[in-house]
């Protein structure tokens, strides 16, 4: 048994927040409970609580009424098994509520990974129920536990999209441009187009006049334009523009620019939450929302079950390495550091250089 501390978030008003503290759990036949030390908190999360109803994020770790518990990607370690294939003492890796503590049913148990399966998340897409058991795994990824929680997720989607655009021969872009490219997942998407060689389209980058130095340092743009400037970017090219922003202001702005040479146009993320909205009728490709577990499916039958995350896990160690340099971690300790950076967060108050972690455990 465990006394678990959580935040949770009001579904309907996001900057709502509740601690629920001091709530026992304890594992019952065939579970494991699980103490969560550290979770990576970035504007995806943000990501995952607007798209909480339409995919099902809040379905994972139910709270009461109208709160809901937004998920994270946390390292954690088994305090009580009833599970004998997963003893405690067993490290893993995967998708947790932002909490203390927190109970799996596991199942389709391997030898470096096992499957929840409580009833609640079967209907859920599966790829988020899957934990690894990190004591199986190279050395390379062992000693990468933070860059797991707060950059692999990020990167592995930057990874799906890399390969969706690959595998649609680029809907024959001339360029490629990405909405808020300072976040993790736009500059992880910029970084994998620009170290192919094969790929000749130009790499366009558009972030606040704030993040272009961290951006430029980061060397993966041919160019970066700042917000409000999209006329700069070149409007004769055919272009693939993959949106992390979740801004409607900027959609329009641009498939107005580009008008028909806007080939492709695929919403990712919500770093600019607040800024969303139905676009309307506009030129060029038609914005339709990124749904990575598609695209991961369809790999999955194509090269083989789990082959497609293994190839984005590798991507992603690759990636965190390359820019490691580029970002500083910094730790949080309890709810109350932990609702003050969920609300930076919402404001997109929290620089491209912060990398956040945050541990409830007493």
């Not at 090219?237 to 801004?247: E, H, K």
């Not at 339709?288 to 995350?309: C, L, V």
Request: proline fraction near 4%; hydrophobic fraction near 40%.
């Amino acid at each position: 048994m465990a006394s678990c501390t959580e935040l949770w978030v009001d579904r309907k008003d996001f900057r709502k927040t509740r601690t629920v503290g001091k709530r026992d759990l304890t594992a019952g036949d065939g579970q494991v409970l699980v103490a969560i030390d550290k979770f990576g908190l970035t504007a995806n999360n943000v990501s995952y609580a607007l798209s909480g109803e339409m995919i099902g994020y809040w379905g994972y770790f139910p709270a009461e009424g109208q709160w809901g518990k937004v998920p994270v990607w946390a390292c954690g370690t088994v305090i009580e098994s009833h599970c004998p294939e997963v003893p405690a003492g067993e490290r893993l890796w995967g998708f947790f509520p932002m909490a203390s503590h927190t109970v799996l049913t596991p199942g389709k148990v391997r030898e470096d990974q096992f499957m929840d399966m409580a009833e609640h998340r079967q209907a859920l897409p599966a790829m988020y129920n899957a934990y690894r058991r990190t004591q199986a795994e190279p050395d390379i990824l062992t000693k990468l536990e933070n860059e797991r929680c707060l950059l692999f997720p990020l990167f592995a989607t930057s990874f799906v999209l890399y390969d969706y655009l690959i595998d649609n021969a680029l809907f024959g872009a001339e360029q490629v441009v990405i909405g808020s490219v300072s976040s993790k997942t736009g500059f992880g998407l910029a970084h994998l187009l620009h170290r192919d060689n094969e790929i000749t389209a130009k790499v366009v980058g558009v972030t606040s006049a704030g993040n272009t130095a961290f951006v430029r340092d980061l060397g993966c743009c041919d160019q970066v334009v700042h917000y409000g400037e999209e006329s700069q970017i070149d409007a004769s090219l055919r272009t693939a523009y993959i949106d992390m922003s979740g801004n409607v202001t900027l959609t329009r702005a641009l498939h107005q620019h580009i008008g028909d040479n806007i080939v492709e146009s695929a919403m990712v993320g919500a770093s600019h939450w607040e800024g969303g909205g139905a676009a309307g009728d506009l030129p060029g490709a038609k914005p339709t929302f990124f749904f990575a577990p598609g695209q991961i499916a369809k790999r999955d039958k194509e090269w083989g079950p789990g082959a497609m995350m293994q190839k984005a896990m590798m991507a992603s160690a690759e990636i965190a390495m390359a820019t490691s340099g580029n970002l500083k971690v910094e730790w949080l300790h309890g709810p109350e550091a932990l609702d003050n950076a969920w609300q930076q967060l919402l404001d997109n108050k929290v620089g491209a250089s912060r990398g956040l972690m945050v541990s409830l455990l007493d």
